[in-house]
């Protein structure tokens, strides 16, 4: 502690103390300790500072487990983490069906969140959002499904956690009955090709070739099949679901932007932007610039 001068050797033996003080608390009294070690300071009267700086190692105790040892002079900052890009492949790894590759998935963020050093309060904010897209992705492929109705409860008991890997533990739990839900509701391949033209029409509907032909090349079945299998599922019929989503994307579009109406018209898969405004009134009952100029006010 009262060294006069500062030694590099000092870190070094300082962490080996501490290690032997955690490997002799665990065989005398049975359980693990976490330690930080605080800054350099020259006078007493600064070792508070010190002291409050190891004292941040408890925050990393939710993170990182138990048994840590932590010189906090060489803790990265905490960075910024954005999982948009991981989720979105979760999504998809749910829409495939592919367990495994979701359950790597949920690793890879983990990992990443424990590497950025977050907080417990930010680190329940990304396993929150983990579950509501989970969630959505589900709906979307079953809309009658009644899984949500614990969700609520589901992300309180993630926040009620003492340790991030029981967080977590919780997530993987919830996604595998995500993909029991779904493997029951895909029991019938009629359903599952329906709904995965359901989301190849979400992906491709800016497409001006896309058709009931290319949909029924893409997944290898008769239009007549595809046709029925397809109303059952929905209630309406391929060209109807690809207008409805194209009109969906359009008003986005005349709300959020300034485009002009025949760039907005190519942007939702419209060859010709005089049928497109024909279809859009027909949908909403009035003009693309008539209901820009209503949502832009």
Excluded at 195 to 213: E, F, G, H, T, V
Excluded at 264 to 292: L, N, Q, R, W
């Amino acid at each position: 502690l009262f060294q006069e001068k500062w030694s590099r050797n000092f870190t070094s033996r300082t962490k080996e103390i501490c290690h032997e003080i955690q490997e002799k608390t665990k065989e005398v009294m049975g359980f693990d300790v976490s330690m930080g070690i605080g800054k350099w300071v020259k006078k007493p009267e600064e070792l508070i500072q010190s002291h409050d700086m190891a004292a941040q190692t408890l925050q990393y105790r939710y993170l990182l487990g138990g048994n840590l040892l932590i010189d906090m002079e060489e803790q990265p900052e905490e960075k910024n983490l954005s999982i948009k890009a991981y989720v979105e492949k979760l999504a998809a790894a749910l829409k495939a069906g592919k367990k495994e590759n979701a359950e790597h998935i949920l690793e890879q963020i983990s990992s990443e969140i424990k590497e950025a050093r977050v907080d417990k309060s930010r680190a329940c904010v990304y396993l929150q959002q983990i579950i509501r897209a989970a969630d959505e992705t589900c709906e979307d492929m079953v809309p009658d499904n009644r899984l949500f109705s614990k969700r609520e409860a589901l992300l309180q008991q993630v926040t009620e956690q003492n340790s991030f890997d029981s967080a977590v533990e919780l997530v993987r739990n919830h996604i595998g009955e995500i993909f029991q839900t779904l493997s029951d509701a895909n029991s019938s391949s009629g359903q599952r090709q329906a709904r995965l033209a359901l989301d190849y029409i979400q992906k491709n509907y800016m497409d001006p070739d896309l058709s009931l032909n290319s949909i029924c090349s893409y997944l290898n079945i008769s239009t007549s099949y595809f046709s029925t299998i397809f109303k059952d599922l929905t209630g309406e019929t391929f060209t109807e679901v690809l207008i409805r989503t194209r009109m969906e994307k359009a008003k986005e579009l005349l709300e959020n932007t300034t485009m002009k109406n025949y760039e907005i018209a190519e942007k939702v898969g419209f060859a010709d932007p005089h049928y497109f405004g024909i279809s859009f009134k027909k949908m909403t009952g009035c003009t693309p610039t008539e209901y820009a100029r209503e949502k832009r006010k």
